[in-house]
């Protein structure tokens, strides 16, 4: 062969290797390709997933804080409420005096503390608007009966030389009955809605 035509085989043989070389490279390079695209978008979709999950989750800690916001707004009002309703009887200490049922309850309460303390001398202290009714039921015993204008309604006793002191005077009253009193409350604010 001569070598024009040498050469110029040659350099066909030479462009063949480096189109095939050139034909590999861009198919490797696009093999590359879509694995790098597959891997980003199975990374983005890992990323998407994760921040859907972040964000369902922020959400329903959310949900949890407003309604736990909410309860508590709702428990402070209705103790402010309760402290209303504890302090209007409070106030209203007085009028209860008038009452039958307080007329029954004391006299229970006044035959209790006798029976209590037996033979033994005692001190009660009353609202001046009980005093007679008080004395007559302790008549006979060794109990004696004061007006107390800061007793409102109820008793206030102390005996043994003073080393005992019971407190049944309504504010005391109503504060040891403020728990059960308060469940009460709340199942009537319950039904009225």
Known sequence: MPL?????????????????????ARGEAEAIRATARAGADERLGRTLEAERARL???????????RREAT?????????????????????????????EYARALEATV????????????????APGD????????????????????????????ADGGRLTVDLTLPVRLARERPTLAIAVGQALEVAG
């Open 4 to 24: 024009p035509d040498l050469l110029e085989a040659l350099g066909r043989s030479n462009d063949e290797e480096v189109a095939g070389l050139l034909s590999a």
């Open 56 to 66: 369902r989750q922020e959400g329903e800690r959310r949900r949890v804080a407003a």
């Open 111 to 126: 035959r209790s503390v006798r029976e209590f303390l037996g033979a033994d001398p005692g001190t009660l202290r009353c």
């Open 131 to 158: 005093l007679e009714r008080v004395r007559t039921w302790v008549a006979g015993s060794m109990l004696s009966v004061l007006p107390s204008p800061e007793v409102t309604a109820g008793l206030h006793c102390t």
């Open 72 to 100: 508590a707004r709702l428990l402070r009002a209705r103790a402010a409420l309760l402290d209303r309703v504890f302090e209007a009887a409070r106030a209203r200490g007085p009028a209860v005096l008038a009452w039958p």
